[in-house]
């Protein structure tokens, strides 16, 4: 069986847009019984989400189970010495915590770890209870620190950038459980996958994530955060999107 390891970002979309080609390419894919597991820095939305943006903006159906979230890579890593737990970040965040059984608290005299995450609607009294926790001893979880998220206007900043502030006002940086960390390769391990193609668009989390893992190849793809001027040697192979690396896959398998 082909697995494939797909990242999403600025991979199959940006924004709401499709890359161009990624959804005929990715039905190809499901066409010759590839299975595909989406695992995917971005912490805003829940697996259901997910799965039905990527079937929204691709046409391929998609089941939220095949999802792998870093706000699922950090609820995991909570025990129950770290809770209450302090949450940042959107619906993917919170509800992967739920799904985890955590218990939660908005006090940061309270708090015995916080979960960050993109929140695209932060306040600063957010930053100052959050940063107050882990001055306090929290532990700090960051779901992620990519800087930006890419989208069909162009970058945005990432879950990098607030758990920046956080950890810059706390003067602590914080444990990362997404891409390209223990944490998720855990999760992605846990569904059996032995070899994979791997196929994102950031060096240092997707091809990082393969690098990580000697039974996984990478596939950097340049339409998203990674740009051919960039260092690319740690890439296994380089290809403009993702129907170019959906053609090195199948061709490799001996499929069209």
Not at 44 to 61: H, L
Not at 98 to 112: I, L, N, W
Not at 138 to 160: H, I, S, Y
Not at 205 to 219: G, V
Request: hydrophobic content about 45%; aromatic content about 4%; overall charge negative.
């Amino acid at each position: 069986m082909i697995e494939v390891i797909c990242d999403l970002d600025g991979v199959l979309y940006r924004g709401d847009l499709a890359v161009p080609g990624a959804p005929e390419a990715l039905r190809r894919l499901t066409e010759n019984q590839a299975r595909i597991t989406y695992v995917t820095n971005n912490s805003t939305r829940t697996p259901a989400q997910a799965a039905s943006k990527i079937e929204v903006v691709t046409g391929v159906s998609t089941d939220p189970s095949q999802v792998v979230t870093s706000s699922q890579a950090a609820a995991s890593l909570l025990t129950l010495e770290d809770q209450p737990t302090m949450a940042v970040g959107e619906k993917g965040v919170v509800d992967a915590l739920a799904q985890f059984g955590v218990e939660m608290t908005e006090d940061p005299e309270k708090a015995g770890s916080v979960v960050v995450g993109l929140d695209r609607n932060v306040t600063y009294d957010t930053i100052a209870r959050a940063s107050a926790a882990v001055r306090s001893g929290a532990r700090f979880l960051a779901t992620n620190t990519d800087p930006t998220l890419p989208t069909a206007t162009g970058f945005l900043p990432g879950a990098g950038a607030l758990v920046a502030a956080i950890a810059t006002a706390a003067g602590r940086d914080p444990e990362v459980a997404g891409k390209p960390h223990q944490a998720i390769r855990d999760l992605v391990r846990s569904r059996g996958i032995k070899e994979a193609w791997v196929v994102g668009d950031r060096m240092d989390t997707d091809i990082a994530l393969a690098t990580a893992e000697p039974e996984w190849c990478s596939i950097l793809v340049l339409t998203g955060a990674s740009t051919i001027d960039h260092d690319v040697s740690a890439a296994d192979h380089v290809v403009p999107d993702f129907e170019s690396a959906v053609d090195l896959v199948l061709s490799r398998a001996g499929q069209q």
